[in-house]
């Protein structure tokens, strides 16, 4: 059964920092990795979907790169700012998780202070 | 254009009332998935829509659970003699292409407070 596990549970920066978030997963037959931010009281925005064959994905200040053989991923922002305060999520897809049955992480909660 | 949108965003009820959620995918997506999140915890998958095929509902905690999708676009979740234990936001996200290689879009959500 896949385990997906995201460490820190929590960061506080200030802003300008560069941080990276880490994603962690047990079964490492992965079909893909996809990374969301969710804001308080709001359902999940998409940041980043890295398929199996693909080792990083890019999209301003993210970066999310895949090493399957370890099972992880790790999601990079760049120059921090107040606006990425959210909580940041990972799921992933694999065979003994269900396939299109997505395994998520609890999260990593950021705040990123002026 | 348009994305998912579910409704209502904030629902009450008292228990042993049953409630209905909706969700609205955004069009020409032909996966829908429903998904519970509960404070403090992780998303817990309930049940999964692909086209005409049949429903995925081996994540439905409960019989008092069931959804149900006309084709392709609208899905409503319902829920019987509500339990306070069903109070968390229920989610709701479309996608398109075949799973599992593709990229879930999620709506706002609906907060259920059962009293």
């Known amino acids: 059964k896949q385990e997906v596990t995201q460490i820190p549970a929590a960061l506080s920066v200030p802003e300008g920092e560069n941080l990276v978030l880490n994603c962690s997963f047990t079964?490492?037959?992965?079909?893909?990795l996809q990374w969301f931010r969710q804001d308080p009281g709001k359902g999940l925005t998409s940041l980043l979907l890295?398929?199996?064959?693909?080792r990083e994905q890019t999209s301003g200040r993210l970066n999310a790169s895949l090493d399957k053989s370890s099972g992880r991923s790790t999601l990079y922002i760049a120059a921090s700012q107040p606006g990425d305060s959210a909580t940041y999520l990972c799921?992933?897809?694999?065979?003994?998780?269900?396939?299109?049955?997505?395994?998520f992480g609890r999260g990593t909660s950021l705040i990123v202070h002026p | 254009g348009a994305g998912v949108s579910q409704s209502p965003s904030n629902k009450v009820t008292e228990k042993g009332k049953d409630v209905e959620l909706r969700c609205d995918p955004i069009?020409?997506?032909?996966?829908l998935y429903w998904y519970r999140q509960r404070l403090g915890q992780g998303l817990e998958f309930l049940i999964y829509f692909q086209g005409n095929s049949a429903p995925d509902k081996s994540g439905l905690p409960s019989d008092r659970f069931s959804a149900e999708r006309t084709g392709e676009s609208v899905s409503t979740l319902t829920i019987q003699r509500t339990q306070q234990e069903d109070s968390a936001v229920y989610l709701c996200?479309?996608?398109?292409?075949?799973?599992?290689?593709?990229?879930?879009?999620f709506g706002p959500g609906t907060r259920l407070t059962v009293l």
């Open positions: 799921a992933v897809r694999s065979m003994s998780g269900g396939s299109y049955i997505p395994t």
């Open positions: 079964d490492s037959a992965i079909y893909n």
């Open positions: 996200a479309s996608a398109t292409g075949l799973a599992p290689y593709n990229e879930q879009f």
């Open positions: 890295i398929q199996s064959s693909q």
């Open positions: 069009s020409g997506h032909t996966a």
